[in-house]
């Protein structure tokens, strides 16, 4: 059986992170009340217990903008301590006017492959998150994330369908930065104009040789583990990007609120499947571990 580089999961201490202290805010992936708690490693190894995963790469979680270099921090002591995660995608503000310096600062961490700013915008407010539509156009960011290339980092890009025309344009503006494209681009809308939309977009990006897709999060906007919603958008952002373009992630523990682990890798399994064992090879494993230089 295909051995998982869990390329997408989290890892948290519920202090560390705003958005799940005080009041419950609304989230894209609804009530999350069991989740409002300390996430450990420990807990994440337990979960994927028997499941073939063999390394795993952490995602940054919100922590305070200010407390970019701590999250890392933390994350690179656990894997030093229990031996996961392998890889760490951090938090850098990429409106700053020099985003250099915070680069310099999360450099000394040997775990670290990438970073993640969240670019999402949408009009209804609860699946909103940044404060503009169309910062991948911003000369400033993309200024800014032309400089992962110096340090062989990459991108995690997370946009809706609306924004890919612009996303396509932050990746040729910074064709030696590899980006990765999160939860497959984030279908919202599941009527056949919500996925006329996205096919649109996702050609847009499948168009740009440095943009690989995520196969993770599908559940966000259904709340549900539905292995024929995970069969068609697989298959479809298949067809587009082609395996070696594509990686597969938990998002966990927000999938958690939904699923078991198990049930989830049995869920994408069961999409590649009829696809053959060189794609599954590829999607579980061989993707992320280049794309994350985890060989």
């Known amino acids: 059986m295909t051995r998982i580089i869990d390329a997408h999961h989290h890892i948290w201490r519920r202090a560390d992170l705003p958005w799940l202290n005080g009041p419950m805010q609304p989230r894209i992936f609804g009530p999350y009340e069991a989740i409002r708690r300390d996430y450990p490693i420990d807990e994440y190894l337990a979960d994927i217990l028997g499941c073939e995963v063999a390394r795993s790469v952490y995602v940054q979680c919100n922590w305070s903008k200010e407390a970019f270099e701590e999250e890392v921090c933390y994350v690179q002591r656990?894997?030093?301590?229990?031996?996961?995660?392998?890889?760490?995608?951090?938090?850098?503000?990429?409106?700053?006017?020099?985003?250099?310096?915070?680069?310099?600062?999360?450099?000394?961490?040997?775990?670290?492959?990438?970073?993640?700013?969240?670019?999402?915008?949408?009009?209804?407010?609860?699946?909103?998150?940044?404060?503009?539509?169309?910062?991948?156009?911003?000369?400033?960011?993309?200024?800014?994330?032309?400089?992962?290339?110096?340090?062989?980092?990459?991108?995690?890009?997370?946009?809706?369908?609306?924004?890919?025309?612009?996303?396509?344009?932050?990746?040729?503006?910074?064709?030696?930065?590899?980006?990765?494209?999160?939860?497959?681009?984030?279908?919202?809308?599941?009527?056949?104009?919500?996925?006329?939309?996205?096919?649109?977009?996702?050609?847009?990006?499948?168009?740009?040789?440095?943009?690989?897709?995520?196969?993770?999060?599908?559940?966000?906007?259904?709340?549900?583990?539905?292995?024929?919603?995970?069969?068609?958008?697989?298959?479809?952002?298949?067809?587009?990007?082609?395996?070696?373009?594509c990686l597969f992630g938990s998002n966990f523990p927000v999938e958690k609120l939904w699923t078991g682990y198990r049930d989830l890798v049995m869920a994408y399994r069961s999409a590649l499947e009829p696809l053959g064992e060189a794609t599954a090879r590829a999607v579980f494993h061989d993707t992320a571990a280049r794309v994350y230089r985890l060989d």
């Open 78 to 245: 656990v894997a030093d301590e229990r031996g996961f995660p392998q890889a760490i995608v951090g938090y850098a503000d990429f409106l700053s006017a020099d985003v250099r310096p915070q680069l310099d600062r999360l450099a000394k961490y040997p775990g670290m492959r990438g970073l993640r700013m969240q670019l999402q915008w949408h009009e209804n407010p609860t699946y909103r998150f940044a404060a503009a539509p169309d910062l991948a156009r911003d000369p400033r960011l993309q200024h800014n994330i032309a400089h992962l290339a110096d340090y062989e980092w990459s991108f995690d890009l997370q946009v809706f369908s609306g924004q890919m025309k612009g996303a396509a344009e932050l990746a040729a503006s910074a064709p030696k930065v590899t980006f990765i494209l999160q939860h497959a681009g984030m279908l919202e809308e599941l009527s056949a104009e919500g996925y006329a939309r996205w096919r649109s977009g996702m050609r847009l990006l499948a168009a740009c040789p440095n943009v690989v897709s995520k196969l993770s999060g599908l559940g966000t906007f259904i709340h549900r583990n539905d292995p024929a919603h995970i069969a068609a958008v697989v298959q479809e952002t298949l067809e587009m990007f082609g395996p070696e373009r």
